[in-house]
């Protein structure tokens, strides 16, 4: 069985300042290989 995680809603703290209120955490791309939304979906 497949789990989907889609990081989001909060503040984003943690992932400060890569991510901000005009660019989501979803939107980021950890290792240059898409961002976690394009991974994910």
Request: aromatic share 12%.
């Amino acid at each position: 069985m497949t789990y989907i995680v889609i990081m989001a809603g909060g503040q984003g703290t943690r992932f400060w300042p890569l991510s901000r209120k005009n660019f989501p955490k979803q939107f980021l791309s950890i290792d240059n290989s898409g961002s976690l939304l394009q991974r994910t979906a």
